[in-house]
C-alpha cells in the first residue's frame, strides 16, 4: 500500500529522475497528499499479478510547467481523461500506471489511482523524464500510443486514434494549447500482459528506493554517499563549479548549454547540453554521459537535485551519470532517445561505473 | 542634488536595536542614534525619533521612512494576526490543492477561519475558466464572519494578468460585509504561482491589524514632533511604500531589514555593485547589490513555514563569526584545526583570549595577526602558536572567498564591503575582488538605507511575441512598471528601469513569454 508517508521520498526521487527537468514535483506532491488524504491509500501491484487480458491505463500532465503554476489541477481532468479513453475502448480500467517515473508525472496517477479507488501498476515506460509522447519503450515495442485522450477540468474531452506515436505527440500538443496547457492525458492503452512484457518493471520502487538513499545523504548518514552511488549504479563525474550558463527558447523548448568549471583546481571542465532535461555532458570536450544515462546536478552542500530552471552562475554542483532502466537497451533506442534524436551528432557513450 | 535643504529621517526596528538617521539632501548623516528594541516596538520608535530630532530644525524635515519588523515577527510567533477567510477563484481548476494545505497546522488553525474555491478565474490566454460564481461569493460572505474572520483574502487564477474577477468579488464582498471589511486582492500582493501568491495574500490580510498599529503608532510618533510630513514603510526589495499603501499591504514588509542593511552600506561607501559580507559573531551573512538593489533569490521563500513567492534578497550564511570558537587538535588525534561552526557570540567580549577570558575565538586569531585592532590586548594572544594562526586565518580566507565567488554572477571583478563587528577577519585582498570597502557610518546602515529608498512599480505578465513583436511587448511593459512607480510617489522624470526578465514559456508555441519588470525612481 503506498500512502502519504511514502510521498516525500517518492517526490525527492522522482526529482532526481526528472534529469534537471521533468516538471517540479511541488504540486503534483499536494495534489497526493490530498487525494491520499480524501480517499485512503493506494494499493501498488506488479503487472505480472494481473489477468493479463486486464486493461491499464496510464495518466500524466500535459501543457507548460510555468501554466500550471496558475492553473492547478482539480485532479478530475486525470480521472476525466482515463474515463474518457476508457468508453471510447469500451472497457473499464483494472489499473492505472505512470507513464513517465521522473518528475511531477510521477505523482498525479497515485493521485487519480486513489479517487479512483484503482491500484497503481508498479511500472512506467521511461523511468526518467523525457520531453515527448513517443520516447518510452513502448514505441521500441512497437505499441501504439493511440487511441490517446485529452481532458481538461471542465469536462472538455477529445480522443485521438493516431498513426505513428510521432503524430500522437503532435496532436495532443495542438489541442492541449486549445484547452489551457494544463490538461491530462492518458495515451498507451495496455493490458497487463503487454505492460508486463514491454514495460520498465517496478519504477515506483526504484523511485522511492533512490529517493531514500538520497535522503540519507542529505541527512549525512556515514557511508550513505557510496551507497547511493552503488545501489543506484551510479557514478560521480564531476564536482566543479556553474560558470557560463547560456539559455535560449527553439521551438518551444528551453535549450541551454551549462560550463562547470573543476572545484579541485584543476583545468578540467564539464560542459552540459539541455533540452527540458540533461542530454549530454562533455568531460574536457569528450562526451561521458548520453542520453538515455541520467545526467543528474546535485547541490554540493544540500545534496537536493537542482533542475535547470534552477540552476544559476557560482552553483557548486556534484555531476553524476545514473543508468537508465536495462529495459531501454534494445533495437531503436539510439534512433529514438539516443543523442541523434536530439539533435546532436555524438555517439552513444556506455556509462562506465 | 537638491538646492535646498531638506532632510530625510531613517528608523530601523531590528531585533536588538532601533536605529534613526536623519539625511541631508547629499545623503549626508546629520545624526544617528541606536536605541534598544522595545517589547512594544512603538516605544522604540518615539524613542528614537526624540534622540534623533534634539538639535536638528524639524522644520527642514519632508519625510519619514520606516523599517521594521513587527509584521515578521507577529507571523514568526503566530500573535496578534488576523483571522481569514480564504476566497479562491479557480474552480473547477486547482481542486486538487486545498487553500493552506501545505501550511504548518499552528498557523494554518490560527490564520485560516473558513475556505472556499469557488468558479472563476482566467486562463493564460485571458479567456475565463469559468463566469465568477457570484451566488457563492456572496454565500461565501455571509458564512465567512460566522467562523470568526477578520479579513478575507481573495485570489483568482492568472489574476496578475486579468483581474477582472477578484475586482468583481471585492464589490460583492462590500455589498455584502460593508465597504469597510478588510479585504486583500491577491493580484496586489504576488507575482504568478496561484498557490504562493494565495500564501502571500492571506498571510497579508492577516497582518492588517497589525500593520495598522504600527503604522497609527509612527505616525502619531511624528505628530507628536509637529512633524505633519510623508509617512513611508520600507518593502523586502529595498524600495518604499507610503504609509496608506503599507496599511494596506503589510506583507511586502517582510523582510526588509537586509534589504535596508545592504543598501545602506552600499550607499554610504558610494558604489552601486558590490558584494556585501556582513560579518557577526557567529555568523557571516553574503548578499550582493546590483545597481544599488540586492539581487533576488530564485528559491521559493519561506515566512514562518509558508512558502511565497516574495522575491527576498539572496543570501549565503556561514558560521563564521568574531566569537566563532578555535580548537588545536593537532596535538590530541591530528585531526588539526577545528574552527566553529559553534561560537560564544556576543561573550566574545567577556570570553575571549584577549580580553582574559578562557575560549580561542576568530578574533584573537585576528588581533594576533593585527587584523584586529582597538580590541583586547595584544599581549595576551601573542603567545599563541603562529602555524595556527597563518592556519586560522587561511580558512577564514577560503571561506570569505567562497563566499564571494558563490555571489558573483559572473567572472568580473567587484569591490567587497566589509561590515559588522566581525568585518576584521576579512582580508585586504580577496580573490576574485576588486577592492575591499569598510564604511564608517555602518553601524546605522539598516536606518540609512530605510532614509535612502525610492519609490517603484512592478509588472508580471505573460506576453506572446508572436501577436506583437518583442520589442513592443517589452516597451508596454516597461510602460506599465514606470506608471506603477509614478503611483508609488516616484519623480516621472527620473525613473529608471533596474530589472528585466524574461522567462520563455516551455511548450508554448507563438513566442509565450513571462515578463518581469521594475521600474524604481526618487521620490517626487
Partial sequence: MLTADDIEALCLGATLLGTGGGGDPYIAKLVAYQALETYGPVEVVSARDLPSDALVLTTAVIGAPTVILEKIPAGTEFVASVRSLASYLGKAPTAIMPIEVGGCNTLFPIATAAEMGLPIVNADSMRRAFPQIEMTVFTLAGLPAGPLSVADEKGNQCVFETTSNQVAETLARTAVIQLGLANAISCYPLTAGQVAEHGIQDSLTYCTEVGHLLQAVKDGQVGAWERFLGESGSRAFFTGKVVDLDRRTTDGFARSTVILEDLHGSDSTMRIEVQNENLIAFYDGQPVITTPNLICLLDCESFDPITTEALAYGNRVIVIGMPCAPEWHQDGMLELVGPSAFGYDIDFVELSV | ?524
Fill in chain 2, 1 to 524: 542634488m537638491s538646492n535646498f535643504p531638506e532632510f530625510r529621517i531613517g528608523i530601523d526596528v531590528g531585533g536588538t536595536n532601533t536605529d534613526a538617521v536623519v539625511i541631508d539632501a547629499d545623503g549626508g548623516v546629520v545624526r544617528a542614534v541606536k536605541v534598544a528594541t522595545t517589547p512594544e516596538p512603538i516605544e522604540g520608535i518615539r524613542e528614537s525619533l526624540e534622540k534623533v530630532l534634539r538639535e536638528v530644525d524639524k522644520g527642514l524635515v519632508r519625510k519619514a521612512m520606516l523599517g521594521t519588523t513587527h509584521p515578521t515577527n507577529a507571523i514568526i510567533q503566530r500573535r496578534d494576526l488576523d483571522r481569514v477567510g480564504v476566497l479562491r477563484l479557480a474552480a473547477p481548476s486547482s481542486l486538487g490543492v486545498r487553500p493552506g494545505a501545505a501550511w504548518p497546522d499552528d498557523i494554518r488553525e490560527v490564520v485560516i477561519g473558513a475556505s472556499a474555491i469557488v468558479q472563476g478565474g482566467n486562463e493564460y490566454t485571458g479567456a475565463v475558466i469559468a463566469p465568477l460564481d457570484e451566488d457563492a461569493v456572496r454565500r461565501f460572505a455571509a458564512e465567512a464572519p460566522a467562523h470568526g474572520c477578520q479579513a478575507i483574502a481573495v485570489s483568482a487564477a492568472f489574476s496578475p494578468a486579468t483581474s477582472e474577477h477578484e475586482l468583481r468579488a471585492l464589490e460583492i464582498l462590500y455589498q455584502e460585509l460593508g465597504d469597510g471589511f478588510p479585504v486583500s486582492l491577491s493580484h496586489q500582493v504576488g507575482s504568478l504561482g496561484l498557490l504562493e501568491r494565495e500564501n502571500a495574500t492571506i498571510l497579508n490580510a492577516a497582518l492588517l491589524s497589525v500593520a495598522s498599529r504600527v503604522i497609527s503608532g509612527f505616525e502619531d510618533a511624528l505628530a507628536g514632533h509637529d512633524l505633519a510630513i510623508d509617512a513611508y514603510l520600507t518593502q523586502n526589495d529595498g524600495t518604499l511604500l507610503t504609509a496608506v499603501e503599507a496599511g494596506r499591504f503589510p506583507v511586502l514588509t517582510l523582510g526588509s531589514g537586509p534589504t535596508n542593511s545592504m543598501r545602506g552600506a552600499c550607499a554610504l561607501a558610494g558604489v552601486d555593485d558590490a558584494i556585501v559580507i556582513d560579518v557577526g559573531g557567529t555568523s557571516a551573512d553574503a548578499g550582493i547589490l546590483v545597481d544599488g538593489f540586492p539581487r533576488e533569490s530564485t528559491a521559493a521563500v519561506e515566512v514562518g513555514g509558508v512558502r511565497t513567492n516574495f522575491r527576498m534578497p539572496d543570501l549565503l550564511s556561514i558560521g563564521l563569526g568574531g566569537g566563532t570558537v578555535v580548537r588545536d587538535a593537532r596535538a590530541g588525534n591530528g585531526a588539526g584545526l577545528a574552527i566553529g561552526p559553534d561560537s560564544v557570540g556576543y561573550a566574545v567580549a567577556t570570553e575571549a583570549v584577549c580580553v582574559g577570558g578562557g575560549t580561542l575565538t576568530l578574533s584573537d586569531v585576528s588581533l594576533a595577526a593585527g587584523r584586529l585592532q582597538d580590541f583586547g590586548d595584544p599581549n595576551l594572544v601573542a603567545s599563541i602558536d603562529a602555524q595556527l594562526v597563518g592556519d586560522a586565518l587561511a580558512w577564514v580566507d577560503e571561506q570569505v572567498s567562497i563566499m564571494s565567488d558563490r555571489m558573483k554572477s559572473s567572472r568580473i571583478e567587484l569591490p567587497l564591503l566589509a561590515v559588522g563587528g566581525g568585518a576584521h577577519l576579512i582580508a585586504e585582498q580577496v580573490p576574485g575582488v576588486s577592492e575591499v570597502y569598510r564604511p564608517e557610518s555602518y553601524a546605522v546602515a539598516n536606518a540609512y538605507g530605510a532614509g535612502i529608498a525610492e519609490a517603484s512599480g512592478t509588472v508580471d505578465r505573460v506576453y506572446s511575441y508572436d501577436v506583437s513583436s518583442r520589442e513592443h511587448c517589452l516597451d508596454d511593459a516597461r510602460d506599465l512598471a514606470a506608471n506603477a512607480a509614478v503611483r508609488a510617489g516616484a519623480d516621472p522624470d527620473r525613473i529608471r528601469i533596474t530589472t528585466i526578465t524574461e522567462v520563455p514559456m516551455t511548450y508554448v508555441p507563438g513566442g509565450g513569454c513571462r515578463v518581469m519588470v521594475k521600474a524604481v525612481g526618487p521620490l517626487a
